[in-house]
């Protein structure tokens, strides 16, 4: 039987667990205003939700619940960075959780 996670209950699980072990964490939080929930950035939309840092090791993770969908966006960042020497890239759901202690180890 599947646990059922919201997408931030996950989220919160795994930035809870990357600074258990010591990572340094980035993840931009939306705000709220008169149009409703924004992210404040400058570029392109679609980076990814954790950028993990602790040497000599950059994780860049996208975290998704089950069911949760990349939009193009997010895929546009994915492929991109997937093409870049030295970073690892993920795309991470609840069922991922032991993979991911294995990774944030």
Not at 11 to 27: F, G
Not at 39 to 60: M, S
Not at 86 to 94: A, D, F, K, Q, V
Request: glycine share 4%.
């Amino acid at each position: 039987m599947k646990l059922k996670i919201s997408e931030q209950d996950f989220l919160n699980s795994v930035v809870e667990l990357a600074h258990l072990m010591h990572w340094r964490v980035h993840h931009s939080r939306p705000a709220w205003t008169e149009k409703g929930y924004r992210t404040a950035i400058q570029g392109d939309a679609g980076f990814p939700d954790l950028f993990l840092a602790r040497k000599p090791r950059i994780v860049i993770a996208e975290i998704k619940s089950d069911k949760g969908r990349i939009s193009e966006a997010q895929s546009e960042w994915l492929l991109e960075l997937k093409q870049c020497f030295g970073i690892e890239l993920y795309l991470w759901r609840p069922d991922d959780w032991l993979e991911i202690q294995h990774i944030l180890q």
